[in-house]
């Protein structure tokens, strides 16, 4: 692999990874809206991510949590408490 292949990969890698990360934090916020109804105020574009990495799903017309995003919000309560304390 030459170095500017390589050099792409990894952006991409960080890139991803920064997405991602952008969009742990961002779940708890979407949780709570879908807890009280305002789903609507959930960007599009973050319910397709949320969606693609099996943290939302459909279910009868309404947006849910997955047991995947459930874990995914549990653990960014519990680091959220351990910067903390």
């Known amino acids: 692999m030459s170095k500017s292949a390589k050099g792409m990969?990894?952006?991409s890698l960080?890139?991803?990874a920064e997405r991602?990360?952008?969009?742990?934090q961002?779940?708890?916020a979407a949780?709570?809206?879908l807890r009280t109804r305002q789903a609507g105020l959930i960007a599009p574009r973050e319910?397709?991510?949320f969606i693609a990495l099996n943290w939302l799903e459909w279910h009868g017309g309404t947006?849910?949590?997955t047991v995947t995003g459930s874990n995914v919000v549990s653990q960014s309560r519990a680091n959220s408490t351990q910067a903390r304390g």
């Open 14 to 16: 960080k890139e991803e």
């Open 63 to 65: 947006l849910r949590l």
């Open 26 to 28: 961002a779940l708890p």
């Open 31 to 33: 949780v709570e809206l």
């Open 47 to 49: 319910i397709d991510e």
């Open 9 to 11: 990969l990894e952006a």
């Open 20 to 24: 991602k990360e952008r969009l742990r």
